[in-house]
């Protein structure tokens, strides 16, 4: 069975960048890049990240504000700030080498059991089997497992070790990666293409892709918020968003929730008095639109304002006034990006 598998991803292997190296600095941040995100996405992203870093050792004299600059727009900012924080753990406690023992790597901020366990079987052949999504899934259907629960997973992890014990641990886990990808799709199982349909308990059944059976994700909660682009002359104020808070260390216009019983602009003035003790005039209105995060949504109206005379920002938050041809040099959430594009529109159509 294992021979199978592994002629069949020698053929039909994905020409993805970080399948061309066995550098675990590469290979953890294209796995740290891929949580939650496609890899197509992921692509650019990667390139451009190994373009300006190309060894470990430039990372950790990166600044985190650089970092997430080239984040930018790929989503869950914690993944890009643990990881530069695991850099300089490394650089401080082990001399600079990324470790090789599980034990030590998985203990590092954003790692744990998956991305060490496929780092190092790639990277230097460990028998670790990494359970993503997709291993997950090839296996409850070859296992025939209808529930993901943690007797379930030990029964994968331990299935997957014994095929590893004759070596190809990374082969082995890119092959049921790219299996589970490219065959054994969530909603469509393509068996007559898959090279251990002979192996499979799920085929049987007449109906593979019933195998885990997904759990319905609950719905997300929608939130109505306003934001100011508060205009000084020809420069508008944006505020660093606290490295605690969802999307902390990105840039942001002042604004927030509408609360119960307020109009837009009400909501405006308020947040914007709150958020920096400036009082302002709202002028006109630049546009809404629906974001959606993965844990809830928010329709956004942004407003331009202007500061009321001899109004002084009071705030801790760091903040800086900047043009809008300075953008680039800061990271903002994708939202933001919108209203980028939507004042960018205004100005065109004069
Ligand atoms: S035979 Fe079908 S269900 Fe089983 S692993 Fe292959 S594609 Fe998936």
Not at 12 to 28: A, G
Not at 107 to 134: E, F, H, T, W
Not at 328 to 341: E, L, Q
Request: net charge positive; with cysteine.
């Amino acid at each position: 069975m294992v021979q199978s598998l592994l002629r069949w991803y020698k053929i039909n292997k994905r020409d993805i960048p970080w399948r061309q190296t066995k550098d675990p600095y590469k290979i953890w941040l294209s796995e740290v890049m891929l949580q939650q995100t496609q890899v197509e996405t992921v692509i650019p992203y990667y390139k451009q990240w190994i373009k300006k870093y190309p060894t470990f050792t430039d990372v950790m004299q990166a600044k985190e504000s650089d970092l997430l600059k080239l984040w930018e727009g790929l989503g869950y900012y914690n993944r890009c700030r643990n990881f530069h924080k695991a850099v300089n753990n490394i650089a401080n406690d082990h001399d600079g080498k990324i470790p090789d023992l599980m034990g030590d790597f998985k203990k590092l901020p954003g790692v744990g059991d998956y991305i060490s366990s496929a780092v190092l079987s790639i990277s230097s052949g460990q028998n670790l089997p990494a359970l993503d999504g997709n291993i997950i899934r090839v296996l409850s259907r070859v296992l025939r497992k209808k529930k993901v629960s943690p007797h379930n997973r030990k029964i994968i992890h331990n299935h997957i070790l014994k095929w590893m014990k004759y070596g190809h641990a990374g082969d082995i886990n890119e092959a049921l990666m790219d299996l589970g990808s490219i065959v054994c799709r969530p909603n469509q199982a393509h068996c007559h293409e898959c090279p251990i349909t002979e192996f499979c308990g799920a085929v049987a059944t007449g109906n593979p892709e019933t195998y885990p059976k997904i759990l319905t994700k609950k719905k997300t909660p929608e939130y109505d918020v306003v934001t100011g682009i508060i205009w000084k002359n020809d420069k508008f104020l944006i505020m660093l968003r606290e490295n605690k808070k969802h999307l902390g260390g990105l840039w942001e216009f002042p604004g927030g929730k509408i609360k119960n019983g307020e109009n837009k602009t009400k909501a405006l003035e308020r947040e914007i008095r709150e958020e920096c003790g400036l009082n302002v005039d709202i002028e006109n209105q630049i546009g809404s639109f629906k974001h959606v995060y993965s844990h809830f949504s928010i329709n956004m109206t942004s407003f331009h304002c202007t500061a009321k005379n001899g109004s002084l920002v009071t705030t801790q938050q760091k903040h800086q006034w900047i043009k809008l041809s300075q953008i680039d040099n800061f990271a903002f959430p994708k939202a933001n990006h919108k209203i980028f594009s939507l004042m960018n529109e205004m100005r065109r159509n004069g």
